[in-house]
């Protein structure tokens, strides 16, 4: 497909991508910098900043403020200005807590690249190594941020080994840290050569810039100490020799990285990292469906839901499903085909968020992710299409890893709490099963961390105290097969044998055992550990 025309200039202008890191290392705070420099909030609500006025935008659930951490992923559209374009930005903030991966997981379809922020002193940590992984599975191009170098960090090329050894993916710098911890300066930009210093007084103001004609410039002696500056030269001269030069074609085949640093606590080195998206990240891309790949400059509006959040409005019970638009220019009011049921949709409350603050989306283009309210119609892997019947595939469900039993606190709510676990069920915050024999629900997570946020989330938005309860079933597989082979399966393991929230059926099980005799007794029957959320 190289010989496809340039894309319409509304769409070639957007860039959607996904913050990725492990827990803690400043990726909310960069999301909230981001923000700013967009011109979208004036102030930046440091994560955990004192009084109820400034609490993090991008953190809308209860938990997520009495933690200090992201639960649910939450989609935010901001414009960027450089002097040539005025670029749409859609970032989509996954969660960085390693028991939400699922979540995460999916965001990662939705968008056509990831930043990955890594903490200066601790490197790469298990979580961003395990999210790595997705996006290599997917290819995206990844650009790097190597946060907090205004405290105690480790050495520079240290970091940059071991982000090449650990991930096994080429390193590029597009900046060099001048100093660390309490000397940190700035950094000197080594795509544009210029130098960057960061105001410690005023921690949301741009950094200075000082344009030179590379670092033999005499000017960087007056803003640079001598024994730094002769450092900073030594660095960079070895960094040109012994790292590869940036080169688009390979960031964009996922290969090569190239790395800023910068302190997003101190609004430094943000802006540089939004130049480098705007300049190098990708354009809206071609996404993989069945029967055809869908490219974004086609004229008909395609989409597909990758999230969907329950009760975003407590007071509404309403549900909004996450749609990322891969094709065509939509409007407001548009009638749109639900794939999975072939019925019409008119879309007439679209939504665009700003974190938590939403408007109605009058339009939007290929790349943008809008948000459609709705009473449970829409769920995770649906296509939305101008009439033609498109899946969108590689959207997966996983096996949950931990099982526990549900039940209400007041037996006579039994009703209400069906209602609430099929809510979170089509949301994909868990997986719930309904067991053949027996009362009560199994409720299946991929970390513990969701139980507790399941409860809460039930008590608060549903008024319904509820009990989990260790469970005698310890995984669970969907079941493939021929349906005689399924219904003979099913009646001779009852006990085992429980339906998801759509109705297919799971075979729950207690020891790695089970499932080995499975394959070896019933060779008709395939278990499988994931299923593809497609209609």
């Known amino acids: 497909m190289d010989n496809r025309p340039p894309l319409p200039p509304e769409i070639a202008r957007r860039r959607t991508f996904a913050i990725i890191s ?36 991008s953190d809308f659930m209860q938990m997520e403020k009495d933690r200090g951490i992201s639960v649910s992923a939450s989609a935010m559209s901001f414009d ?87 991930l096994a993916i080429d390193v590029t710098p597009a900046s060099w840290p001048i100093g660390v911890g309490r000397d940190f300066l700035g ?12 105001d410690r007084a005023d921690r949301n103001k741009v950094a200075e810039t000082v344009s030179l004609k590379g670092l ?39 290969t090569l990285t190239p790395i800023w640093f910068g302190s997003a606590m101190n609004s430094f080195g ?71 049921s072939k019925k019409p949709m008119a879309i007439s409350n679209p939504v665009m968020f700003l974190a938590s603050d939403r408007e109605l989306a009058e339009e939007a283009w290929a790349g943008d992710i809008i948000g459609i309210p709705n009473h449970g119609q829409l769920r995770i892997g649906d296509a939305l299409t101008e009439g033609e019947a498109l899946r969108f595939t590689g959207i997966p469900s996983f096996a949950p890893e931990l099982l526990q039993s549900c039940r209400a606190g007041d037996p006579l709510k039994a009703k209400h709490l069906d209602k609430a676990l099929m809510q979170f069920a089509e949301e994909g915050a868990a997986k719930v099963f309904k067991p053949t024999f027996g009362s009560g629900f ?26 989990f309860e260790a469970s005698q079933f310890t995984s669970a597989r969907w079941v493939h097969g021929n349906k005689d082979a399924v219904d003979a399966f099913a009646n001779a393991n009852k006990q085992h044998i429980a339906t998801d929230n759509d109705g297919d059926p799971v075979y729950l099980t207690r020891l790695q ?18 299923k593809e959320l497609m209609v």
């Open 270 to 340: 943000v802006k540089e990292l939004m130049d480098g998206i705007a300049e190098y990240g990708p354009e809206p891309q071609i996404q993989n469906a069945d029967p055809r790949q869908v490219a974004p400059e086609e004229k008909k509006v395609s989409g597909f839901v990758f999230k969907v959040q329950a009760n975003m409005d407590p007071k509404h019970r309403d549900r909004v499903a996450f749609v990322r638009l891969v094709s065509g220019h939509f409007n407001r009011g548009m009638k749109l085909t639900h794939v999975r």
């Open 80 to 166: 960027f200005h450089t002097p040539e374009v005025n670029f749409r930005f859609n970032l989509v903030d996954t969660p960085g807590h390693s028991d939400f991966s699922e979540d995460t997981y999916r965001t990662l379809t939705a968008v056509d690249a990831a930043i990955m922020v890594i903490d200066g002193a601790k490197g790469v940590e298990s979580q961003t190594q395990k999210l790595f992984e997705v996006c290599r599975l997917r290819d995206l191009p990844i650009l790097t941020f190597c946060n907090k170098m205004d405290r105690e960090s480790r050495d520079t090329f240290e970091i940059i080994d071991e982000i090449q050894e650990n």
């Open 442 to 467: 199994i409720v299946g997570v991929v970390g513990a961390l969701q139980f507790e946020v399941l409860a809460s989330r039930i008590e608060l938005e549903y008024g319904l105290p509820v009990r």
């Open 513 to 530: 055992w089970d499932i080995d005799r499975v394959g070896r007794d019933y060779p008709d029957i395939t278990l499988s550990a994931t």
């Open 187 to 198: 950094c000197y930009d080594l795509l544009h050569d210029r130098l960057e210093l960061m």
């Open 22 to 57: 492990h827990p803690d290392a400043g990726k909310t705070t960069l999301t909230e910098k981001f923000l700013l420099y967009g011109g979208a909030i004036q102030m930046a609500g440091q994560v955990r900043a004192k009084g109820e006025a400034r609490r993090t935008r």
């Open 216 to 254: 033999d410039d005499p000017a960087l002696a007056t803003h640079v100490p001598a024994d730094l500056l002769e450092k900073l030269k030594e660095e960079v001269e070895m960094a040109r020799e012994l790292l590869p030069a940036m080169d688009i074609e390979a960031f964009q085949q996922g």
